[in-house]
C-alpha cells in the first residue's frame, strides 16, 4: 500500500519497549538466566521448563499506519500483538498507546482502555450466534451505556461501510465467511477506536475472498485513517495491505521496514529466503534503482528533451513498459523536480538479481 504521505513519518500511536513474554512459572528466572547467562530459547525450555515467545521487542507505530507483524507459526507475532491491549501480560517492558501507560491501568481503566481505545478483528469472527449482525455490531457501545437508537444508528451506518447494511436482521450463520469477517470488521470499527488490532483476520477464507476482503479494507483503512496492527503469516498479504512490515522470527523482529527495503535489503539470510519469492514488480519503486540525475548527465551529457518521465513512486513494472520501446534513459521526477534517471540496466539488473546498480 502506498501513498504519498507516509504515515510512517507521523506521530508515534503505539510505542513498544523491550518487551519480553515468558510462559511458565519460573518466568522471573528465566529472563534473569537470558540477561546474565546469554542462554537461548532451548536452553531456557530445557533448563527451566519456560517458552520464550517474545524477546526483547522493541518497535513504534505511527498515526495512521498499517504496520504488519508477519511470521511463520510460532515466531511470536500473535503473542506480541496481545500485549498491546493487555490480553497477555509481558514479562517485562513498556507498552505506551496514544501517551497511556498499558502496564499501569487498573482494571477498571483497562476495560475502558480496550472498549474505548483498541479494536480488535479475530480470525475466527467471534460473533454471537444469538444476535442478529446489527446487535453484534451494536454490541460495544452496549457495553458503553449509549442507548438503543443510538447504537443501532451507528450500527446500520458502520455495515453500510463494509456494504453490509442489507443483512443487518441475519445471524451470523446466515452469512458466508468473508461476510462473516466483515461483520467483524465493522464491529471493531462501531466504537471508533484509535487503533485497530486485526491477527490473520483473512486467513481462514478462500483465496479470492481474501483478496477481496483485502481491497476492501485498503479502501477503508484510505477513509478511516486507523492506526492499525495487522498480523499475517502471509508476505504477499502484508506486502499489498502494509505501510511498513515486522519480520519476526523465535520472539524476535528480525528487520522492520517497508516492503521495498526488506525486498531490495533483506537483514540476513533467514529475511532474504523468506522474501525470495515475492515478485519485485509492484514492490520496488523507481526511487530504489536510479542514479542521481547529476552523476548520470556528467558522465553520459545532457538528456534528450522528449525523454520520458516518470514519478519516482511508479513501481517497477511501469518501468518496464515504458522501456519496452524505448532506448533512452527514463527521467525521474519528484514533487515536479528530476531527481534522477533508470535505465535499462538497472531495470533488468533489479528484476534478475534483486539489487540496485552502483
Given amino acids: 500500500m502506498t501513498s504519498s504521505t507516509s504515515p510512517s513519518q507521523g506521530e508515534i500511536v503505539i510505542d513498544i519497549a523491550n518487551v519480553w513474554k515468558i510462559f511458565g512459572t519460573n518466568a522471573d528466572a528465566a529472563l534473569q538466566a537470558i540477561h546474565e547467562k546469554g542462554l537461548s530459547k532451548k536452553q531456557i525450555h530445557e533448563t527451566y521448563n519456560a517458552v520464550v515467545g517474545v524477546a526483547d521487542v522493541t518497535l513504534d507505530i505511527r498515526k495512521g499506519e498499517i504496520f504488519c507483524i508477519m511470521g511463520l507459526s510460532g515466531s511470536g507475532k500473535s503473542t506480541l500483538v496481545r500485549h498491546i491491549n493487555r490480553l497477555l501480560e509481558p514479562t517485562a517492558g513498556k507498552i505506551m498507546v496514544d501517551g497511556i501507560d498499558a502496564m499501569a491501568l487498573s482494571p477498571g481503566e483497562l476495560q475502558e482502555f480496550r472498549n474505548r481505545k483498541i479494536g480488535m478483528v479475530f480470525q475466527n469472527f467471534a460473533l454471537l450466534p444469538h444476535r442478529s449482525v446489527l ?13 438503543k437508537n443510538e447504537r443501532l444508528r451507528i450500527g446500520k451506518k458502520v455495515l453500510a461501510m463494509v456494504e453490509l447494511d442489507a443483512w443487518g436482521n441475519k445471524f451470523a450463520h446466515e452469512l458466508s465467511g468473508g461476510m462473516q469477517q466483515r461483520v467483524g470488521l465493522a464491529r471493531a470499527l462501531a466504537a471508533d477506536p484509535d487503533v485497530l488490532l486485526m ?59 517497508t516492503a521495498e527495503d526488506i525486498v531490495m535489503h533483506p537483514a540476513d539470510d533467514y529475511v532474504a529466503e523468506f522474501v525470495a519469492g515475492i515478485s519485485r ?68 539488473t533489479t528484476v534478475i538479481e534483486g539489487t540496485e546498480t552502483s
Fill in 281 to 348: 514488480l509492484k514492490v520496488v519503486r523507481a526511487r530504489a534503482v536510479m542514479q542521481p540525475l547529476e552523476a548520470y548527465e556528467k558522465e553520459f551529457g545532457p538528456l534528450p528533451n522528449d525523454a520520458q518521465r516518470a514519478d519516482a513512486d511508479e513501481n517497477l513494472s511501469t518501468l518496464i513498459k515504458l522501456a519496452i520501446n524505448h532506448d533512452a534513459p527514463i527521467v525521474i521526477a519528484e514533487n515536479g523536480k528530476s531527481v534522477g534517471v533508470v535505465t535499462r540496466r538497472e531495470i533488468l
Fill in 135 to 147: 446487535d453484534n455490531v451494536a454490541m460495544p457501545l452496549e457495553i458503553r451505556g449509549i442507548n
Fill in 199 to 257: 491477527d490473520e483476520p483473512f486467513s481462514a477464507l478462500d483465496p479470492l475472498i481474501r483478496r477481496q476482503l483485502q481491497d476492501e479494507f485498503i479502501k477503508l483503512s484510505a477513509v478511516m485513517k486507523k492506526t492499525t496492527v495487522f498480523i499475517t503469516h502471509d508476505l504477499d498479504e502484508a506486502v499489498r495491505i502494509g505501510d511498513r512490515i515486522a519480520i519476526m522470527r523465535d520472539g524476535r523482529v528480525v528487520q522492520i521496514g
